[in-house]
Structures are given as C-alpha cells and as structure tokens.
C-alpha cells in the first residue's frame, strides 16, 4: 500500500474528510479518492486544497447524498449531469460521477482498476491515473488548463499506463489524447520514450485515414471549455457536441452548466 499525501486545510477539514469517507463506506458504498489526494501519489507534486474529490458511480449519488443529509451535513446536487456537494461549514466534498462536459462519466472499471493507498491516514482507493488524464484532458477553461497536470502524469507513469486503456477512454476523441502526446514530446524531449511508439504510431495512422472522411458541421470545442466555444454555436451555426444525440448532456442540464461560468 502506497502513502498518499497532500495539504489538506487543517484537522478541521481532515476530520469531516476521514469522517465522511468511513461513513460512506459503512453505508457499502464504494467510493475512489482523487483530485490532489491522487494526483500527489501519481506524481509526487503535492497542492494545497480546500476541498475533497470522491469520485461515485451514477447509480450511488442519490443514497449517497441521503446518507450525508440524515447526518446532517448540508448536501446538494450542484449540477444533476455530473456533480453534488457535502458541506461541513466552509468545506466541501465533491460528489463527482462524470466530467462537465459529460464524457468521463464513472464506471465500473474505474473500481476495478483503482489503487491501494492512504489517505488521511486510513485505507483508500485512488481513482486510476488513467481515468484522471482522460478526465483532465478536456479541461482547457481561460482560468484552469489541466493540461500541465497531464504532462506530469505522462512523464511519471508513460510506461506504466494501461494504453489500451487510456485510447478505449477516448474514443472518438482519440485526437484529444494525440494532441497531449505530441505537446509530450516537446515538453519532454528526453523522454519521448515513455509514450510506446505503437500507440504514437496507432493515432498517426488514424490521423492520416481520417483526412478523407466526411465532415459534419459541428464545434468539439464545447467538450474542452463550456465558454469559449459557446459563440461557435451560438452565432455560428455549429452544432454542440455536449448535447444528445452527439453528447450526453441534455438541453436542460446544458442550460444549467452554462448560466454557471461566472461562478467562482
């Protein structure tokens, strides 16, 4: 078992932390750790934080905010596509099932393929670094860029990497995971090595093929930042590609995302 480490906000914090995880857990719900807990034990780059990720699958978020509520701790469902929050005075735990965009949603082989560590000093399950780069890789916000936390996870675990894996999580997206392989290469040039050449050379392929398909009209942007692409769609013509039937978001769930970027 690997020691996770990472500056939480104090013994206050700690304590409804360690609190919340054993009584979920009671509750026989599986739950993985991650946000800066996990990033530090993949990566050795520790962070302050305020604030708590478990990562809970889809089916678990509504008994899970029941419990935390009968507690009596103050829950809600922040945003229903993805998010809800436990508070405890002025900390929180994030309750996360999918991603904003609602691609990385939880399934069930996050649980299979999750670490041992610890956490707070009790036993815990991280979420798989492979599930964390697939999920960062779609944060490109003008305030947060998680692209930087990918590179370090690349350089720290490349070879290590489940990357059958890793290209299966994204899918058609598969040129999102190609573009943070090749900005690897000039981030790193001595350890161009760690990405294995038949993934490199998988994706160039695909690359190459897909010149010749036919083209729909529609703005991926939207999967990398709810706002920056949003004038694609709105003044341009685009169609989102967070929306069904290309996404997953609804229209409803897509208006509520949208009417909170300005929150901080």
Known sequence: MTTCTAQAAGHAARDFYVDA????ERAGID?????????????????????????IHPRDLRPALTLFADTGYQT?????HWLGKVHCGEYFIDLIYSSGNGVATVDDLWFEHAVDAEVLGRAA???PAEEMIWSKAYV????????????????????ALDWRRLVARFGEHWRVLLSFIV???????????RIPSPVLEDLLNRLSAERTEPRSRVCNGTLLSREQ????????????????????????????????INEK
């Not at 809600?76 to 229903?80: V, Y």
């Open 31 to 55: 739950i993985l750790v991650g946000g800066a807990f996990a990033f530090a034990r993949y990566t050795g780059i520790e962070r302050d934080t305020k604030d708590f990720d478990l990562f």
């Open 183 to 193: 900005q690897f290469g000039f981030v790193y040039p001595e350890q161009r090595d």
């Open 229 to 260: 692409y949003l004038v694609d769609v709105e003044r341009f013509g685009y169609r989102d590609a967070r929306v069904e039937p290309l996404g997953r978001m609804t229209a409803e769930e897509l208006e509520v995302w949208t009417a909170a």
């Open 21 to 24: 995880m054993d009584r979920i």
């Open 140 to 159: 490109h916000e003008r305030e947060r860029y998680d692209g930087a936390d990918v590179m370090h996870l690349l350089r720290q675990l490349g070879p």
């Open 76 to 80: 809600e469902l922040k945003f229903p």
């Open 125 to 127: 399950r991280l979420m």
